[in-house]
């Protein structure tokens, strides 16, 4: 069941959407060549005690950390540890906080010191097939018409969408309907309309679009060991436009769009 949120609600989604952007700049800036990942977490869970909230991963279906860190060709869920990152790496940060019983989600990929051509561009093409999905979050709008417009920008880049794996609805529960796939035909899936809020998260392979998952029961991978990038927002459909609830405090939706254009 797909659930809409008032007004009241979205600010309170919001709040802890500007937390989590608080924390993942705090995350970022520890980002380089010889911090391991297990650093990365610690830093991550610290940050949202701090500020009152909790780590909305930590220990969800069994997941042992706070933030999901995935190096190079993992995908997704990759589980912090002792891996140290190098120069010309690239690390996806992906986490979750609760505050005040709503959840807000949000991810990055960045580059550990300098990266090759191909990677800053698979960096760059995800954010923008991010930013082609939240502009699709409108009222009368489909699911399908998002989906679409994240495929068009990835694959345009000679890049491919993971299929496996989808953004979702958030709000009271981490995971919510509706599933958000990043490929297939515009015009399908549910309609949008005012109060729903979505996890937009774009996953793009430099490779082709297949994924497997590694013994240790999370973390996946690009099936042909090309580089993977994540990008996340969290977004409230709304009739002034599509309101993204996880950016920091004071930037708005054309700010960052003129950032990442």
Known sequence: MI???TRRELERMRRAGSLLAEVLAEVVARVEPGVTTAR???VCET???KRGARPSFKGYRGFPASLCASVNEEVVHGIPGPRRLKEGDIVSL???VCLDGYHADAAVTVAVGEVDEEARRLLE???RALAAGVMECLPGKRVGDISHAIQVVAEAAGFSPVREYVGHGIGRELHEDPPVPNYGPPGRGPVLVEGMTLALEPMVNAGGPETRVLG???TVVSSDGSLSAHFEHTVAVTSDGPWVLTLPEGEGLED???RVA
């Open 3 to 5: 659930v809409t949120k």
């Open 216 to 218: 240790d029961g999370w």
């Open 256 to 258: 960052w769009l003129k």
């Open 47 to 49: 940050a949202i005690l």
């Open 40 to 42: 990365l977490d610690k």
């Open 94 to 96: 992906d986490f979750g």
């Open 125 to 127: 093409t995800t954010e």
